[in-house]
């Protein structure tokens, strides 16, 4: 699966290793670089709209750069976008969320074990967002993928499952 984690885009004029390099080194460096204005948020809890605007502007800016070399399954694509969509829903803009998370989920599905609690959490926050998008069948498609996983992670009987399947019976 490590081919499948860095995998980089395909063109008839591959990138260079030296260029697949340096980018490997930007894209660490721009996730330091961002835990360390999410770190700065917390400490000086700074006014929620300009700095998580700005925190998304850099993963755009570094999701950009990377995928003209990265595919978008590429682990440092996927922790950008997981952490663009944190930054959406932190500000409640759930469409761009869901934008992301559409982007995350088949990747996440392919290099996690079939009942990884990671996809189920992915699941389950797509599911919420469709909800709260209205679009309330792609929500419940989603929210019984979620369930499904955790069945099997958790077992049926644990108070979790319980409550997102009264969520689904809510909705």
């Known amino acids: 699966q490590d081919k499948e984690k860095m995998k980089i885009c395909k063109s008839n004029d591959p990138p260079s290793a030296?260029?697949?390099k340096d980018m490997i080194k930007y894209a660490r460096n721009v996730i330091e670089e961002f835990r360390r204005a999410k770190?700065?948020?917390y400490i000086l809890c700074l006014t929620l709209t300009p700095l998580a605007?700005?925190?998304l502007e850099i993963c755009e800016l570094s999701l950009d750069k990377m995928g003209a070399v990265f595919e978008d399954s590429n682990v440092y694509m996927?922790?950008?976008m997981y952490q663009a969509m944190g930054v959406c829903l932190y500000v409640q803009d759930w469409e761009g969320a869901l934008h992301y998370g559409q982007k995350?989920?088949?990747p996440y599905s392919k290099h996690y074990p079939p009942y990884s609690l990671n996809v189920a959490s992915m699941w389950l926050k797509l599911g919420?967002?469709?909800m709260a998008l209205k679009n309330r069948t792609a929500g419940v498609k989603a929210l019984k993928r979620a369930i499904a996983i955790m069945e099997v992670a958790h077992g049926k009987d644990h108070p979790y499952i319980s409550e997102i399947k009264k969520e689904?019976?809510?909705h």
């Open 128 to 130: 919420r967002l469709y």
């Open 39 to 41: 770190h700065y948020k």
């Open 18 to 20: 030296e260029t697949v």
């Open 53 to 55: 605007c700005e925190l």
């Open 104 to 106: 995350i989920i088949r």
């Open 78 to 80: 996927l922790h950008m």
């Open 168 to 170: 689904l019976e809510d």
